[in-house]
């Protein structure tokens, strides 16, 4: 606290806020790397032709997204059964380091220089790559994301309704329309989709909202 207070603050912050909000409060609205991942994205999808983001097929996604979990915990297990100081150097899977503490320009290893880039070159491709595969903060709030208590409210029409599913650009809707909180980075494309009388079917099409009506499952 004494050596760095506004970085005690900041993750005192993170860590109630996550309680409420589960890891998309920080992964999703305050993180500067995430930040600098969605800008690279976004000029990539306004100069490019393809304007969707290059994803992994389902089953290597379903698999690889644990990816960060299991860095979580090898960083775990260095810290304490070795040092601070390894933890602290494999703790470089983490590219703040270079990007914001020293730069890219600056930083004389050019090991992590490069892994920078690479970081970014996948980013550029596939949306927020290291938030969703890599990054082990991200895997740690997620795991406390599961005792948060606000929840993006679903209608039971979205059990049917693929729209959302297909558009989460993180991948954290299923089939079911049911939303996954480990992945969710609340960027509230869902949320605007679902209250879009031009797109979602239940305001599209009366019908459907009065059968919705009728179940008794309204939000």
Not at 49 to 66: A, D, M, P, V
Not at 67 to 78: A, C, E, M, P, S
Not at 201 to 219: D, H, T
Request: charged share 20%; with cysteine; aromatic share 24%.
């Amino acid at each position: 606290f004494l050596f760095s207070p506004l970085l005690f603050i900041g993750w005192v912050m993170i860590f109630f806020t996550v309680f409420f909000w589960g890891r998309s409060f920080f992964c999703g609205w305050i993180c500067p790397y995430g930040a600098l991942q969605e800008i690279l994205f976004k000029i990539r999808i306004m100069l490019s032709k393809y304007k969707h983001s290059f994803e992994f097929n389902i089953i290597f996604h379903s698999y690889f997204r644990f990816f960060r979990y299991y860095i979580f915990i090898f960083l775990l297990f260095i810290f304490f059964l070795y040092s601070l100081e390894a933890a602290e150097f494999v703790a470089e899977i983490e590219p703040f380091k270079t990007v914001w503490n020293i730069g890219i320009l600056k930083r004389l290893e050019y090991e992590f220089v490069i892994y920078s880039l690479l970081l970014f070159l996948f980013s550029i491709f596939i949306y927020r790559f290291f938030c969703r595969y890599i990054c082990p903060l991200g895997a740690f709030l997620s795991l406390l994301s599961k005792f948060s208590l606000i929840k993006i409210k679903r209608r039971n029409t979205c059990s049917v309704c693929k729209i959302c599913f297909k558009f989460c650009e993180s991948k954290a809707i299923n089939s079911k329309g049911e939303i996954d909180v480990l992945e969710c980075l609340a960027c509230f494309s869902c949320i605007n989709k679902m209250y879009d009388d031009k797109i979602c079917p239940p305001l599209v099409n009366n019908k459907i909202w009065i059968k919705y009506e009728e179940s008794g499952m309204r939000n």
